[in-house]
């Protein structure tokens, strides 16, 4: 299942089919059994080789049937096995295609979905037959040992590959209803994503406006701690210069009080009247200079004594 999911995936890309396609089996399909919305795509000439799992007979078929059923972006396939015919009690076996036939079944099936949901003109030359098998078929086909058969699926004419099998009037006209529908939807889903994203982005902006205003409130506590640190280390600093002041009167008081002490030891050896002249003899001074005084008063009254006769 793996390798038809790939191959799809690289036809639509190769034909340019817009928008995302899921490709998935389902065995419980039947052909003209519809859903109000599908389309149905039938390969009813495929051709296929098969391996019985009990006695392990091979065989070859170009009557392989598969089946598609489409709704706008899903993609369902069923396809129709068949039995081994020397076995009394046979299992239904799945068939083996080749590279070229699962490309060739894909390249059709995928131009049908560009004709029916987009429109695309298509015509039924451009169908690739499917039988380019390297294989002979064993024999005439065994109905009765067909899946497809018992289903009705090989009654069916090869007009169910044309481009407009598979699809009645009411069925044409509610598929496009649909299909408009699904269109409308599926814009309606990509603004509702663009919103989500807006919304998304909006929150990150949001958390990361939020992450900015936490790191600027620790820029704002980091900066008031770097403060405080300063303040700290100014405080610190004057503490220290009243610390060394402190020391520094220390000295100076030191240095004062053995002043003190001497000026104190000196007045106490000094004599009272140096004590209260200041250190200087004036009662001395007073004596000779009145004794000068006397003398010049015997002089001047001498003079004129001798200047009087």
Not at 90 to 118: G, T, W
Request: charged content about 30%; proline content about 3%; aromatic content about 8%.
């Amino acid at each position: 299942m793996m390798t038809w999911q790939k191959i799809f995936a690289e036809k639509a890309a190769s034909l340019k089919l817009m928008d995302p396609w899921t490709f998935r089996e389902d065995n419980s399909l039947q052909v003209h059994s519809l859903k109000p919305g599908w389309t149905e795509f039938l390969q009813n000439h495929v051709s296929g080789r098969f391996r019985c799992s009990q006695c392990l007979n091979k065989w070859s078929s170009a009557k392989v049937h598969i089946l598609f059923h489409m709704c706008y972006g899903i993609v369902l396939m069923r396809i129709f096995r068949q039995a081994c015919r020397q076995c009394h009690n046979p299992q239904l076996e799945e068939p083996i295609f080749s590279l070229e036939n699962i490309e060739r079944l894909l390249h059709n099936l995928v131009l049908k979905i560009l004709k029916d949901f987009y429109n695309v003109p298509m015509q039924s030359d451009d169908l690739l037959e499917v039988v380019v098998d390297r294989c002979h078929a064993s024999g005439v086909h065994d109905r009765t040992h067909c899946e497809g058969c018992k289903h009705g699926v090989c009654s069916r004419s090869r007009a169910a590959m044309e481009p407009g099998a598979g699809k009645n009037k009411v069925g044409v006209s509610k598929a496009q209803k649909t299909k408009m529908d699904v269109d409308k939807a599926q814009k309606t889903k990509m603004e509702v994503d663009r919103a989500w994203k807006i919304k998304i982005d909006v929150d990150e902006a949001w958390k990361t406006e939020m992450d900015v205003d936490n790191v600027w409130k620790t820029k704002m506590d980091v900066d008031k701690a770097q403060k405080t640190k300063m303040d700290v280390d100014k405080a610190w600093k004057t503490r220290m210069d009243v610390d060394k002041a402190w020391k520094t009167k220390v000295g100076v008081h030191k240095a004062w009080k053995p002043r003190e002490d001497m000026d104190k030891a000196v007045l106490i050896t000094r004599s009272t009247e140096q004590v209260v002249g200041g250190g200087f003899p004036w009662k001395r001074c007073c004596c000779v200079g009145l004794s000068v005084l006397c003398v010049l008063g015997v002089l001047i009254f001498a003079l004129l004594y001798s200047l009087l006769k």
